[in-house]
């Protein structure tokens, strides 16, 4: 799942005519790169949730449905259902009679284009029975204190002592945790209820029930004009 529906108010105003994950990052919409690179080992299944501006998505990617005809782009449209976004745990939830019983989920304002969506790290999580796996990385200049900690068995920690890094908003889940007894919200959320992920993440981690790696590739939250100038600088 590609995560497409925010306003993006501080990437004004740029957003303001274009959905920020339609924004070209080195000659290509920024939503595209990580649709190359999850379809480079072998993912052909992707759900996108819309919201602001959401009617330009599809048309927006129409060229890269066009050149990819093995795979099947599935929109859930959050703006049009309810009239606004609903966050990322309501988002997935929203979407979840699409997804599968396992399944990533990601940013589109978010430029890693290194990384490796590895078949291997999905069995690997499939296998040990945990609800999420999320990557972190360094904290940028604009998250300097972290969200998460991280032992040295892998698990990641809702604690603010010792080192923490940034969520790089790149996970593996698995659907019980957007399910009773974690996640109150019904599959499909027909309410439109909005829900943030970070207090979700924080009580399956306090139950041990997330792990974590840390990321430390080129990766930027494309969130202002003045990133977006910087990576088109260095192409």
């Given at each position: 799942m590609?995560l497409?529906?925010?306003?993006?108010m501080?990437?004004?105003p740029?957003?303001?005519?274009?959905p920020?994950?339609?924004l070209?990052?080195?000659?290509?919409?920024?939503?595209?790169?990580?649709?190359?690179a999850?379809?480079?080992?072998?993912?052909?299944?992707?759900?996108?949730?819309?919201?602001?501006?959401?009617?330009q998505?599809?048309?927006?990617?129409?060229?890269?449905?066009?050149?990819h005809?093995?795979s099947?782009?599935?929109?859930s449209?959050e703006?049009?259902d309810?009239?606004?976004?609903?966050?990322?745990?309501?988002?997935?939830?929203?979407?979840?009679p699409?997804?599968?019983?396992?399944?990533?989920?990601?940013?589109?304002?978010?430029?890693?284009p290194?990384?490796?969506?590895d078949p291997?790290?999905?069995e690997r999580?499939?296998?040990?029975?945990?609800?999420?796996?999320?990557?972190?990385?360094?904290?940028?200049?604009?998250?300097?204190?972290?969200?998460?900690?991280?032992?040295?068995?892998?698990?990641?920690?809702?604690?603010?002592?010792?080192?923490?890094?940034t969520?790089?908003?790149?996970?593996l889940?698995?659907?019980?945790?957007?399910?009773?007894?974690?996640?109150?919200?019904?599959?499909?959320?027909?309410?439109?209820v909005?829900?943030p992920?970070?207090p979700?993440?924080?009580?399956?981690?306090?139950?041990?029930q997330?792990?974590?790696?840390?990321?430390t590739?080129?990766?930027?939250?494309?969130?202002?004009?003045?990133?977006?100038?910087?990576?088109?600088?260095?192409?």
């Amino acid at each position: 799942m590609l995560l497409a529906a925010g306003r993006g108010m501080r990437m004004r105003p740029l957003t303001d005519h274009t959905p920020k994950p339609l924004l070209e990052v080195r000659g290509k919409p920024l939503l595209q790169w990580p649709l190359d690179a999850l379809h480079a080992r072998g993912l052909r299944r992707f759900v996108i949730n819309t919201a602001w501006l959401g009617a330009q998505v599809p048309p927006g990617l129409a060229p890269w449905a066009s050149r990819h005809p093995d795979s099947e782009l599935l929109y859930s449209h959050e703006g049009e259902d309810f009239g606004r976004a609903l966050e990322t745990a309501g988002g997935i939830a929203r979407a979840l009679p699409l997804l599968g019983d396992v399944f990533w989920v990601l940013a589109g304002d978010v430029f890693a284009p290194g990384f490796d969506f590895d078949p291997q790290a999905v069995e690997r999580f499939r296998a040990s029975g945990r609800l999420a796996h999320l990557w972190l990385v360094p904290n940028p200049a604009h998250n300097p204190a972290g969200d998460f900690g991280l032992d040295g068995q892998g698990r990641a920690l809702n604690t603010r002592e010792g080192p923490r890094w940034t969520f790089s908003t790149i996970g593996l889940y698995r659907r019980e945790l957007f399910q009773d007894p974690w996640c109150g919200i019904p599959a499909g959320n027909p309410q439109g209820v909005v829900a943030p992920l970070a207090p979700l993440l924080r009580q399956a981690m306090d139950a041990g029930q997330v792990s974590a790696g840390l990321y430390t590739g080129a990766w930027t939250d494309v969130g202002t004009p003045e990133r977006l100038a910087e990576l088109n600088a260095a192409a």
